[in-house]
Structure formats: C-alpha cells, structure tokens
C-alpha cells in the first residue's frame, strides 16, 4: 500500500465513526487521555523497566527475522516502540491504534530518530482492520491480547490481512501476574496455553514457536534500578529455563504461520 493509500484509507477510517470506539476493550478510554500517552513509557520502561523493553523488542525480532522490506502491520502500536525499531531496520511497517494520544508520541519518536518518512501510524480499530485479505507479510500485536474481551475477533482480523505470519503475546493465569492483577486499574486477561492454542486453531494459524519469560513480576523489575533489576533478571531466566519453572512464566509470545 502506498503513502497515498494509507492515507486515504486513515481518513476513511476516522470518518466512518472512530469516536464510537469498539467496546471489547479493557480499559480503552483509558489510552485515549493526553497525560496517560505522555507516562506511558517511562512508567513502564525506565529503571529496571528497561530490561522489559529490551525483552519484548528481542522477542519481536527474533520471530519476524529480517524485517528490511517486509511490509508490516502492528495493532495497538501505542506510542510506537516497536514501529519506530522496525522502520529503522527497513520493514515497510504502518502502526494501528486507537488512541490518538498514543500515535501522537510515535509521531514525534519516528521524526526524532529520521524515520517518519519510512512509516505509517493509522488511527483505527483493531476489530475492523481497515485493509483488504492478505495484504501484509507479517502483522503482530505486543501487549494488547490482555486488554481484549473478545480475543477470537482481533486474532481473526490479524490473520485475514496476513499473508504469512501472525505473532503476538499474552498474559498467563498461573503466574505471579494472577496475584496481583485484581489491584491493577483495569485488570489483564490471563491466558491458559489451552485456551491460546485453541484461539490460533479457530483463526486458522498454524503456531510455529511460542516461548515463556519472566517468573517475577514485572511492577517489581519497575521498582529498582536497572542494575539491580540485571541480577534479579538472571535468577528469573535460570528458573524460567527450568521445564517446572517454565510452568509459572507470566508472559508468552506466540509466533504463527498464515497456511
Ligand atoms: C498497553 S498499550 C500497548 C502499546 C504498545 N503495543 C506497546 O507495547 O508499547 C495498549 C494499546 O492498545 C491500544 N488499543 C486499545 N484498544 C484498541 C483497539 N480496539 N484498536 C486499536 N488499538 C487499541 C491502546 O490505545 C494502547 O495504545
């Protein structure tokens, strides 16, 4: 799709009634606020945070490989972690979200680091990609699968515009994470690997790889200085590395194939 295109399409979307925003997300007024976009990052990602970052960004390269002209789409790209990262590397990428709030920040990063000119944020809903059958090689998600009341529908839209490869990561139920997500503001949706393998069946994927990270919280990593948060990082991957430890990971990445 040209730049043209995606615009076009953009304007459509937003005028074809984005301000009813779909209701099968946790929390989704939540991002649209100008001060939750703005902390958003350095709430999550900085101190012992960062080791977090440097985690999914891994994660993310590691399933869709040599990235250089590969046409990419991200849903719920937020302030653009993942889409600025990719552009650098020469993925032909448009990052979707909902928040304005959210692309504003992914806007500013792309021009910060010289790549604005080599990507694409789209405001629009997940639940309606606003893209024809099979029109990326690769579309993936980081950090949404948990927001989702109704997961079956985005998998399934991700796998109708992707050509060959859907990745993406869920929150798991036996796991640190089911301690405390109660005291989070909107709760996450944790995952059972049944329940997973069942969702990537019924969207007609093939799942390829999936690997499982991070025995202790992630708020806990959040709390110390990145130093610290390195050592701590070594006892969580030595357990996490155990086929038992493994058991109790909070976080998997699911990588899959369109047949
Ligand atoms: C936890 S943030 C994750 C952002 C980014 N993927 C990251 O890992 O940094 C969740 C994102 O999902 C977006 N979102 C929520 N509902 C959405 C929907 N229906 N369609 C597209 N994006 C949505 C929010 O606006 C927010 O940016």
């Not at 730049?3 to 301000?19: I, N, P, Q, W, Y």
């Not at 920040?105 to 309606?128: M, N, P, T, W």
Request: aromatic letters at 10%.
């Amino acid at each position: 799709m040209t730049r043209h295109e995606v615009r076009s399409v953009s304007s459509t979307v937003l005028s074809s009634g984005l301000s009813v925003f779909a209701r099968n997300v946790k929390g989704q007024e939540w991002y649209q606020a100008d001060e939750v976009a703005e902390a958003y990052e350095e709430k999550r990602f900085s101190r012992g945070g960062r080791l977090i970052d440097r985690r999914e960004k891994e994660a993310v390269l590691s399933a869709l490989g040599d990235v250089t002209d590969r046409s990419i789409l991200e849903i719920a790209c937020g302030t653009g972690r993942f889409t600025v990262m990719l552009a650098e590397r020469g993925a032909n990428i448009v990052g979707l979200d909902i928040s304005a709030a959210m692309l504003q920040r992914g806007r500013r990063k792309a021009s910060q680091v010289g790549v604005d000119d080599h990507l694409e944020f789209l405001r629009g809903d997940a639940a309606r990609l606003p893209f024809p059958d099979d029109h990326f090689d690769a579309v993936f998600a980081v950090r949404f699968f948990h927001l989702a009341d109704t997961p079956e529908s985005f998998l399934s839209e991700m796998a109708r515009v992707s050509r060959e490869q859907v990745f993406f990561d869920t929150f798991k139920a036996m796991s640190s994470r089911s301690a405390y997500n109660w005291m989070l503001p909107m709760g996450s949706r944790l995952y059972e690997d049944d329940e997973v393998y069942g969702l990537i069946e019924d969207a007609g994927l093939e799942l390829e790889s999936a690997e499982h990270d991070f025995i202790l919280p992630y708020g806990l990593y959040r709390q110390i200085p990145d130093w610290m948060a390195d050592s701590l990082r070594g006892v969580d991957t030595s357990v996490v590395d155990h086929p038992i430890g493994e058991q109790f990971a909070s976080v998997s990445y699911w990588n899959a194939t369109v047949p």
